[in-house]
């Protein structure tokens, strides 16, 4: 079974479309994560949602915002995407607090192509 | 802000040779991440380390936390082809639900 799943796995589009990436994890943590991933294979974290809260929120866009429906969903929304946005797009979870616990475990990745 | 400094980014050795790969961090942390990640795949979890001197390893990979000095090292020994992927480190200094600062990753080639 996938611990941690994301959907689609690859996501073309043109710039100024909105778009959705979602993100489903059966681990039953509290905390899910989104990572972007550029060209140059730098990660760098966007947001952390803790049991339906935002967490941080690392200077991203306000064109990008998480939603959660649930503790084992965390959805990204784009409006407006830019040739900028091109990236993949790493989903994350965790269970903080607990010694050996606390390990990331990463989705799949979504590799979002803006043209 | 914290920052996670890896060197080298780009290691090119042949099988069987030892090499060590380090990650330096800015700020005072207790729990450091290494991670694999494979051409066009997502990242794997290699060692978790949550204290001072602590030492992981699992099969040709070791990894080791100085806490004081905040670095920790990776190191391959007599490096078979199979290991050939890009490792990050990553340092979560929230102590809870914050995200991981990664490295800017090695990329390892490992020649026959």
């Known amino acids: 079974d996938t611990a941690v799943s994301q959907t689609p796995k690859y996501l073309v589009t043109q710039m100024g479309n909105d778009k959705s990436i979602k993100c489903e994890q059966n681990?039953?943590?509290?905390?899910m994560y989104w990572y972007k991933q550029d060209s140059k294979k730098f990660l760098k974290i966007m947001f952390s949602?803790?049991?339906?809260?935002?967490?941080i929120n690392e200077t991203v866009p306000n064109r990008f915002s998480p939603k959660s429906p649930d503790k084992a969903h965390l959805n990204l929304h784009i409006n407006s995407l830019e040739l900028g946005d091109s990236a993949v797009y790493f989903c994350?979870?965790?269970?903080?607090?607990?010694?050996?616990?606390?390990?990331?475990?990463f989705g799949p990745g979504t590799r979002l192509t803006v043209l | 802000e914290l920052k996670v400094e890896q060197n080298p980014l780009f290691l090119s050795m042949q099988e069987g040779k030892n090499y060590t790969i380090y990650c330096n961090y800015s700020?005072?942390?207790?729990?450091l991440y290494w991670y694999r990640q494979d051409p066009g795949k997502s990242l794997e979890s290699l060692f978790v380390?949550?204290?001072?001197?602590a030492v992981k390893q699992e099969g040709r990979l070791m990894a080791s936390l100085d806490t004081k000095a905040r670095l920790s090292t990776l190191h391959i020994t007599a490096a078979v082809h199979d290991l050939s992927a890009t490792y990050f480190c990553?340092?979560?200094?929230?102590?809870?639900?914050?995200?991981?600062?990664f490295g800017k990753g090695t990329h390892l080639i490992i020649q026959p």
């Open positions: 994350a979870s965790s269970q903080p607090g607990g010694v050996g616990t606390d390990t990331q475990y």
């Open positions: 949602y803790n049991n339906k809260e935002l967490i």
């Open positions: 990553a340092v979560d200094s929230g102590g809870g639900a914050d995200g991981l600062t």
């Open positions: 681990l039953g943590h509290d905390t």
């Open positions: 700020t005072t942390s207790d729990r």
């Open positions: 380390l949550l204290s001072n001197g």
